[in-house]
Nanobody, 121 residues
Framework: QVRLVESGGGLVQAGGSLRLSCSASGNTGSINDLGWFRQAPGKQRDLVARISVSGATGYADSVKGRFTISRDNAKNTVYLKMNSLKREDTAVYYC???????????????WGQGTQVTVSS
């Protein structure tokens, strides 16, 4: 089992910045990819950014060049630095951990409780 706790959300004006953090505990040695998803009211939960255990990253087109994902494996923490925020970035942001246990093989996805990010004009 992996437990994820997010922090860092809040209210910010358009053009501003925020940094989200997500700390993992439990069976952290099984974690491969870490990621951030977001869900706006009435919409599905979408991938924002993902980072592998080796540091390879991927981003949604809508946030490329504005958001940066990073991870500190020693602290079992993943970050999302969000710059040049837009109103359409308003959503609940969820941390995700993809866990793989090799024997017996089992892959699992874990989610944090979510943190609200609201961007005002």
């Amino acid at each position: 089992q992996v437990r994820l706790v997010e922090s860092g959300g809040g209210l910010v004006q358009a053009g501003g910045s925020l940094r989200l953090s997500c700390s993992a505990s439990g069976n952290t040695g099984s974690i491969n990819d870490l990621g951030w998803f977001r869900q706006a009211p009435g919409k599905q939960r979408d991938l924002v950014a993902r980072i592998s255990v080796s540091g390879a990253t991927g981003y949604a087109d809508s946030v490329k060049g504005r958001f940066t994902i990073s991870r500190d494996n020693a602290k079992n923490t993943v970050y999302l630095k969000m710059n040049s925020l837009k109103r359409e970035d308003t959503a609940v942001y969820y941390c995700n951990a993809h866990s793989v246990v090799t024997f017996p093989y089992r892959s699992s996805d874990y989610w944090g409780q979510g943190t609200q990010v609201t961007v005002s004009s």
